[in-house]
């Protein structure tokens, strides 16, 4: 007897469920905190982050290091120009943002300190010295903060008043005169102020009795 086969129907086996590869999702790094200001002293000058961080280099720190922080902190690469030394001024690099200066290759700087800074009217940050004397703030306000600094008499030329202030003085002599015992010169941080208004601040800087500079 002949049977014939036939298709009988049947359950198909639903697909087994896949998984989804879960997706992890890695927090974007915090941005680094900007730069608030520059405080400039005799010995050392500080970034402050607004985070309350600070980075504070001392003049004999290696420039190599410094001017990627400022680079940093101020958001542009410097512009950097060499200059040859004149009747009152050595031969320098100087590295600027804006009216900010890092200055290297000075044979002026006290001995073992390896470049000077300074804030020169407007800068990219607000720049103030130790004590919160701000630049281009008032210097009268700086005489009734820092009584006894020591300070040089004011100047008059071309219908202007100048007034030259050393804050945080290094190797400073008790008496009148300029040079010490052991003929090296008092330095640190230079204020520079023009009819009352502070438009220079500058360290580590060496007062030296060069007659005409």
Known sequence: MLVLGGCSEGTVPEPEATELPTQVTTPAPDAPAAAVKIVIGGTDFSIFFADDSTQVFTYASDPDVVVPALTAAFGAEPVITDFESGACSPATTRHAWGGFFLSTHNAWLPEGQLFEVS??????????ATGGAQLLGEVDELYAATPDQRRFVDEESDGKVTQLVYLDVQDLSTDEDILLPDDTAPWGLFVFSTDGVIVSLQAPKVYAASGGC
């Open 119 to 128: 804030g020169n009217g407007e800068t990219p940050l607000p720049v103030e």
